[in-house]
């Protein structure tokens, strides 16, 4: 086999595209990291505010055609339709055109009315700086879909690093500038240099597009040959394509809802106590006009909490390439009856997700308010930043384990009981927040305790359903033990370390200490966590090279660890 034909290959292309995420989120995660040094939390609210708006016009647009058109353009490829394939792609490109279209206009012409429906009326010009993103990446869905459909991978990976590259240098640069030389109020100036970070995403997605349709203008001439088959009439064509795409674009569409709605309950209820209590308001709001201070306000303490989202979301990028390959592998099984085999990949992806899971979810609990002031110092309040960032350590465990548990669901074919489990979780999220972020002693903390409610419930739905479903299930008890107990240790010692250099470095805790100590002792206590760690994944016997053979290079990593 040629190394084209292996990169065509179903593992080959899952490979691609677990690679590409991978490098999509390390790019990502400076970009929002460095994002957050620069923006006000009020800024990055209005960021953040954007994205969610623009996640769901983008969701409706784009979340069930890329799969429709990928698995009708491989049916009719496989039977050697030329015709049809291209018929197809021209009906689906259309779609999506128009799809997107419509979405760009509802931004940019509507972006106040939307803004002020999610209790951000300063998220207008971010809105609008994104309208251009959701007519390209339309677009380019419609060319992706074409390349899957093809077992062709590499273009979709491609195209997304190029819309993270982007973002990452066009975004940051504009922020800056925007910020340094835009004449204007301080609170003004960050306004606009949020609406220039989010429209370095609209720059890269304009980028994609020409990549993408250049490489489909060469795949074409490259493939061009006679074809003699007729194609099915367009309406017929877009009746299978809306069949297959409506219930995937509803079930997401929903997950997208339920945040818009917490988005809005979160910021609502958050003016609600800065107007009853104007005590709690800081000082700096009220260098705004008297009917800005209560919004100031209340953007600011939900962008300390956008910011330690930013954190939270990395542990769940590690999971992507041990999704892409469970579905693959448990299909194969499946498909030969193998269900004894099945169980035993299911039960080694659990265990080598909860061992790159289970650390860091600990080690942000751990480390919540040394992490947030070594990423971003002197930018957030600690009181509130650090414990912000502890719960939503916890939280992101769960989502790591939900996206395993659904890879596997999936496998099985059970492609619809993972989604209506998130919206039920999307509910008690925006519940959770209602009563906890309602009550004015807890406030904004109460909203990564709604976030871990939701995906704990997820996670313990999905583990059930998997029990009880699906044949020779995974030994929970034997995935999950050891990689908890290990990770607790190491969360201990990582604690410990950290406060005793806290103490020999003159201070008790972040808030104590000088940027260059909190950052030494929490390199420290980083190292020593991960020295612990792998010494008790080690001794225990956490990992089997069944485990490692799931990952790149696993049989190297088991004769250099002695792993039989």
């Known amino acids: 086999m040629s190394s084209q034909q292996k990169k065509n290959t179903f593992f080959g292309g899952a490979a691609i595209l677990a690679v590409g995420a991978i490098l999509v989120k390390l790019i990502g995660a400076p970009y929002k990291i460095l994002l957050g040094n620069i923006l006000s939390n009020e800024a990055f609210t209005d960021f953040n505010t954007a994205y969610n708006v623009y996640n769901l016009f983008l969701t409706v647009s784009t979340a069930g055609l890329p799969v429709a058109l990928s698995k009708t353009v491989s049916e009719a490829n496989a039977l050697g339709r030329r015709n049809q394939v291209h018929k197809v792609f021209r009906v689906a490109l259309s779609t999506f055109f128009v799809l997107g279209l419509v979405s760009f206009l509802c931004m940019s012409v509507f972006g106040g009315p939307l803004a002020a429906a999610m209790g951000d009326p300063a998220a ?28 062709y991978m590499l273009p979709s990976s491609i195209s997304q690093i190029i819309e993270a590259s982007c973002k990452l240098v066009f975004g940051l640069a504009l922020a800056f500038a925007v ?80 945040t818009l709605i917490d988005t809005r309950v979160v910021l609502t209820l958050l003016k609600q106590m800065y107007t009853d209590l104007p005590e709690l308001i800081p000082e700096a709001a009220y260098e705004q006009t008297s009917f800005e201070v209560v919004e100031f306000a209340a953007r600011g303490l939900k962008g ?62 751990a480390l919540g308010g040394p992490i947030v002031q070594l990423l971003y110092p002197n930018k957030l309040d600690l009181a509130v930043a650090g414990p912000l960032m502890s719960t939503l350590g916890l939280a992101a465990i769960f989502v790591c384990i939900m996206l395993i548990c659904n890879a596997i669901l999936q496998a099985n074919g059970m492609v619809n009981l993972p989604v209506l489990n ?35 419930f997820v996670s313990a739905m999905d583990l059930f359903i998997i029990h009880r479903v699906i044949p020779a299930p995974p030994r929970f008890i034997k995935v999950f033990a050891k990689p908890v107990l290990a990770s607790m240790l190491m969360g201990g010692s990582a604690w410990a370390c950290y406060g005793l250099l806290a103490r020999v470095l003159g201070g008790t805790g972040p ?17 020593a966590g991960v020295v612990v760690y792998l010494v008790l994944v080690l001794a225990l ?12 290079k696993g049989d190297k990593i088991a004769r250099i660890l002695h792993i039989q």
Request: with cysteine; proline share 4%; net charge positive.
């Open 179 to 258: 910020i340094r030389f835009l004449p204007g109020e301080p609170a003004y100036r960050q306004q606009m240099a949020a609406a220039g970070a989010i429209f370095g995403v609209s720059i890269g997605s304009v980028f994609s597009v020409f990549y993408l349709a250049g490489n489909f203008r060469k795949t074409r001439q490259m493939e061009r040959r006679a074809a003699k088959d007729r194609a099915d009439p367009s309406g017929v064509i877009l009746s299978r394509l809306l069949k297959l795409a409506i219930p995937i674009t509803l079930g997401s569409a929903a997950v997208s809802i339920v």
């Open 304 to 365: 300390i909490y956008d910011k330690c989202m930013a954190v939270y979301n990395l542990p769940s990028a590690l999971m992507v390439p041990l999704t892409a390959s469970i579905i693959p592998a448990v299909s194969a099984c499946r498909a030969r009856r193998d269900f004894r085999g099945a169980s035993r990949i299911s039960e080694s992806a659990m265990r080598v997700g909860a061992l790159l899971c289970l650390p860091m979810g600990v080690g942000l609990f």
């Open 124 to 151: 207008i010009y971010c809105v609008r700086a994104l309208s251009v993103s959701v007519l390209c990446v339309c677009c380019c869905s419609a060319f992706r879909g074409y390349a899957q459909g093809h077992s």
């Open 511 to 527: 808030a104590d200490l000088t940027t260059l100590g909190n950052a030494i002792a929490t390199a420290c206590a980083i190292g």
């Open 541 to 552: 016997r956490v990992i089997s090279k069944e485990d490692l053979d799931l990952m790149p």
């Open 422 to 456: 998130v919206i039920i979780g999307g509910i008690i999220k925006v519940v959770v927040n209602y009563l906890l972020v309602g009550n004015y002693d807890i406030n904004i903390k109460g909203a990564p305790v709604g976030t871990l409610c939701c995906f704990a």
